[in-house]
């Protein structure tokens, strides 16, 4: 397999902790994706992955995934090792739930707010921007940090009491956050402590 990413961007980051947590790293191979030269936007690229953005994997046939959660579903399917999706239906759609959550209220909402309302990758990069829609977005990963927060108050993992694909996403979300200089509020110390528990997972510490 190949997984064409950049190392240490916030999605990339999710695929390489779920390949670490299912212990087959290295058999992937990782190529390299030149955004901040535009590669990602090259007619090359987008005939592996339409979406434009990193990452992608490329299994032995020649076929493409992108979409991370979409990847880690193959990953998760197709390895062994603990189940980062749910075994049974009901722990499937709470973790799909709550990664919907993390994702969509978390690390999209800061990248919005990254993306939008600050300089971001660069004026070559990024178009079309809206501040007041990367500011309102700011406030939703705030709102959701504070939300994540009261989920761990009495779980110890998103999802329940196992590590789940919730948790790889909300701790990308986090990175995200760190880069983008939303700090996460001093009072959520359940959210401060499931990060210091999660960035200890060999998976992410490696």
Known sequence: MKIYDVDGFPNP???????????VTDQVEFIHVDVMGGEHRSDAFKAKNPD??????????????SQCNAITEYLDAAFDGPSLTGKTPED???????????ENGLLNAVGAYFHHATPGLGPDLERDQCAVWGHKQKIVARDTMAYLNSVLADHAYLAGEDFSIADITA???????????VDIPENLTHLLAWR???AARPSVAA
Not at 92 to 102: C, D, E, F, T, Y
Not at 171 to 181: C, M, R
């Open 171 to 181: 701790f990308a979300g986090l990175a995200f956050a760190d880069l983008s200089k």
């Open 52 to 65: 434009a953005v990193v990452p992608c994997l490329e299994l032995d046939d020649g076929s493409y995934i």
């Open 92 to 102: 499937r759609g709470k973790i799909a739930m709550m990664n919907l959550r993390a």
């Open 13 to 23: 980051v999710r695929v390489r902790i779920a390949l670490a947590e299912k212990s």
């Open 196 to 198: 210091a528990k999660v």
